[in-house]
């Protein structure tokens, strides 16, 4: 029996029981998916310090005054482009305040004014004005009088609006809280940038759409399930009917060297049975198309071989090519259980009418309702549901050992194992 003034362990602040366990990276306790303390601290060393976030497409926003609204963690920024075609991103928050003033997803403006007091931004953040500031004047029998006013040492570029670092490369833009983060090149690292700038690599991107969702799973659960090669081929009837992402494809499996970015590279197959569909529930033999244009691949020259590359950013973003279909995947966590997917579909401005309506037919199979990816949101909204229920559980991620490192194929849960490692480090756990 515990003592009066000991409390019985489940009452005990989170920090004290976080405690790993063994297995230092193939487990992961239930708790880094549920714990609010835990999503705290993530929130702060993951999306706030020393980390890149994605916040959209040069496209976006492509003359001067267009904006987009977006989030970095829970904090509401705007990507704006400023008078001289630079790309500025701002924190929406009013320095008075602190009112999200922003409340369009995006448009066109001159300036932003907050709605609670009237103060005015212009497109890099500065304070440009404020009602009242050297107060009323009044007419009184002994003549004008001034009331009320902003103190004489009261300076307007003082209080702007937070700016964030920014960096843009091939079209996609990065910004961050952290002032010292280090340049958007080394943080990606050698081994990632030549997959991500085969994909950016400066041609001018178009918008094709966009779609969002708000799935109900810890954020950590979208980047391993892109750093999840194991699955598609077995949960997803589409990939492995019809050889868009089988076991059997030639692959490999990439990490930059802290092992928080990777890529999955892999090219397509025929399809058809064989060994790596035998039992496989998902596979449907009799399964054809009534309208084959949804799957109407043609191979462009920059892919350089590979038909599918999917590269996990950590910690905000996922870049899709998977055959024509291109997207960037921002996650955008809200609470230790939820998380918005926002989905942006994107061609090149040099495609053809008939690769415009190729990219926007294959875009079907992903997306919050897609053919493929609705199953994602579906079987991680099932892990959070089980660890919610039982936050001592563990996961098990040892496909192909317990280390982490670059694979010559697909059938592994490495890329899983080295985002853990270096989830432990920042984190401290
Ligand atoms: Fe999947």
């Known amino acids: 029996m515990n003592a009066p003034n000991e409390m019985p362990l489940r009452f005990e602040p989170a920090a004290a029981r976080r405690e790993w366990g063994d297995a230092p990276t193939s487990r992961a306790p239930g708790w880094v998916y549920t714990d609010p303390e835990v ?3 993530e929130l702060e060393r993951f999306f706030y310090r020393g980390h890149w976030a994605y916040v959209g497409l040069e ?4 003359g001067p005054g267009d904006f987009k609204r977006t989030s970095i963690g829970e ?14 991103v701002v924190e929406n928050r009013c320095a008075h305040r602190g009112v999200a003033f922003c409340r369009e997803r995006r448009g066109t403006v001159k300036d932003f004014t907050c709605p609670y007091h009237q103060w005015n931004y212009d497109l890099e953040g500065k304070l440009v004005g404020l009602p009242f500031r050297r107060g009323v004047k009044r007419r009184t029998e002994a003549g004008v009088e001034v009331q009320g006013g902003m103190p004489e040492d009261f300076k307007l570029e003082d209080h702007g609006l937070t700016r964030l670092k920014v960096a843009a490369r ?15 090149e080394d943080y990606l690292g050698p081994a990632i940038l030549p997959w991500f700038d085969r994909c950016f690599d400066g041609r001018p991107l178009t918008l094709l759409g966009i779609n969002r969702q708000r799935i109900p799973a810890n954020w950590k659960l979208m980047q391993e399930n892109i750093k999840d090669p ?3 081929g077995l949960l997803h009837t589409w990939f492995v009917t019809f050889g868009l992402w089988r076991a059997d494809q030639t692959s490999r499996m990439v990490m930059d060297a802290q092992h928080r970015h990777a890529a999955m590279i892999s090219t397509r197959n025929a399809g058809g049975g064989g060994d790596v569909t035998q039992g496989v529930t998902s596979f449907r033999d009799q399964m054809s198309l009534q309208d084959d244009r949804v799957l109407d691949v043609v191979p462009e020259a920059w892919w350089n071989g590979p038909s599918v590359v999917m590269q996990t950013i950590f910690p905000s973003l996922i870049v899709q090519q998977q055959v024509n279909s291109l997207s960037t995947r921002q996650i955008i966590p809200a609470g230790p259980g939820a998380f918005d997917f926002v989905w942006t579909h994107f061609g090149f401005a040099d495609d053809d009418a008939a690769m415009t ?42 496909l192909d050992g317990r280390e982490a490192k670059d694979t010559p194929h697909m059938v592994t849960e490495t890329l899983i194992r080295g985002m853990y490692g270096y989830w432990r480090g920042v984190m401290g756990v």
């Not at 904090?75 to 500025?88: C, E, H, Q, T, Y």
């Not at 833009?173 to 952290?178: G, I, P, Q, R």
């Open 59 to 62: 496209c976006e926003v492509p």
């Open 230 to 232: 194991y699955h598609p």
């Open 170 to 184: 091939g079209g996609a833009v990065f910004a961050s809280f952290d002032a010292e983060v280090e340049p958007l």
């Open 39 to 41: 999503y705290r601290e």
């Open 357 to 398: 309506r190729r990219r926007l037919r294959q875009a079907n199979l992903f997306g919050p309702a897609g053919y493929v990816s609705a199953d994602d949101g579906e079987v991680i909204e099932f892990v959070q549901r089980a660890f919610a229920a039982n936050d001592g559980a563990r996961t098990l991620s040892e």
């Open 75 to 88: 904090r509401s920024v705007i990507l704006v482009r400023g008078k001289d075609g630079a790309l500025n």
